[in-house]
DNA sequence: GACATAAACGAACGATCGTGCTATTTCTGT
DNA sequence: ACAGAAATAGCACGATCGTTCGTTTATGTC
């Protein structure tokens, strides 16, 4: 019972390692059982399918996800206080892989995968995101974002954003990433704080 | 002379739409082959290897990038009306293949795999970053932005941007994604503009 | 028409892929 | 100590991977 579980859970371990790394669908049943130092057939007999492999992998990452960067961010007081924790635990848990955040990875490898993989992926995603609007709301509800703030907005460039850090932290390392980040969550939360929207800038003005 | 290289030219074209979809590591001599009706051997004999398939493939997305993105929006007057051009154009590329932006796309495919596809991509990726950087640089000639405006910043904003309009237009498809991007483009335009940056949230007042 | 050059082919290679099937070992509860 | 269950191993399969080699077909030049 146990015992099991706890070579399945390295082996998960290891799986998260690679899938952050090359992609989740570079996680090979050979590689894993080298890792393992184990049989093909010894590790495949704990998933059914590589399919099946891949989607426990992400329900594992999504249970790691949820309580090392969205609970604690929840213990926070809502508003601007509980975005920048958020924030500050998915660059963390970014950061504690080889290749950054798993389902970054992961989303770019299966946008044209279809299949149950790529429905559970969609749907981690949109949980994620719906935190993000959530926050946002809270965030108004704390009188830390205007009335009138758009919560889907912000879950965009708030999410935006830390895409942005993620392709500058794993693909180019140039020194200050995390001060371009922190400079876009700053100008991003003066966004949303004060009055109503400026005037605009006349997209069409001229042609 | 130029019969095998419009056959390479087609050859090049397919590679474009698998690597833009599943990635530049999936682009497989068989199945280019196959797309091609072609044998293995015959199609492997244009390139030499794979490493150097996947080299040209990008070598080729830049030439179109540089035409169709770059190019196009340096003709237009510098500034705002300049950057409207290039996301516009960037969209317009990103849209233009089935998967998305192909560097996008092979940039969280190589970023840890090292080797002279990973350095070709890299250098491509700063170039494009320093087009961004260039382009606010006129901007502050022209007067649209601020003297004292971040170039470094608002190159890794608005390719932050451009990254969640990729990822939420090609794995979630919500309707909204294009004005979402625009709502982000038109508040960073906005951030760049005014006088200096507002007073501080004073992030850590309470811890 | 002979000849050089380039393009494409067919077959094979060793390796790895995911996945079955059948032992065999190892653990667990009594 | 022993039965039953769970975990692992061994082996093989068809497929595909990138790559090599020798040969054939097409193209252009004299």
New binding site residues.
């Given amino acids: ?5 706890d ?2 859970l390295s082996i998960l371990e290891n799986g998260l390692d690679i899938a952050s790394r090359l992609g989740l669908e570079a ?5 894993l ?1 080298k890792m393992a ?10 998933f ?4 099946n ?1 891949q989607i426990e992998l992400l329900k594992y990452a999504g249970e790691i996800f949820s309580r090392d960067v969205v609970a604690p961010a929840l213990a926070v007081p809502a508003g601007i206080p509980r975005i920048r924790a958020l924030v500050e635990n998915w660059i963390r848990f970014s950061g504690a892989m080889t290749g950054g955040c798993i389902f970054v990875t992961a989303s770019t490898d299966f946008k044209d995968r279809p299949g149950k993989v790529k429905d559970f992926l969609l749907q981690q995603q949109n949980a994620w995101i719906d935190s993000l609007r959530r926050i946002a709301r809270s965030a108004i509800e704390a009188g830390d974002f205007r009335k009138d703030a758009d919560c889907d907005q912000f879950a965009f460039e708030l999410y935006a954003s830390l895409l942005g850090f993620h392709l500058y932290y794993t693909l180019l390392d140039s020194a200050d990433t995390q001060k371009r980040q922190q400079a876009a969550l700053e100008q991003l939360l003066r966004a949303y704080q004060g009055g109503p929207a400026p005037a605009d800038i006349s997209p069409g003005a001229g042609g």
């Fill in positions: 019972m146990t015992r099991g579980d070579r399945k996680v090979t049943i050979g590689s059982a130092n184990m049989s093909k057939s010894g590790l495949f007999a704990h059914q399918s590589k399919e492999l």
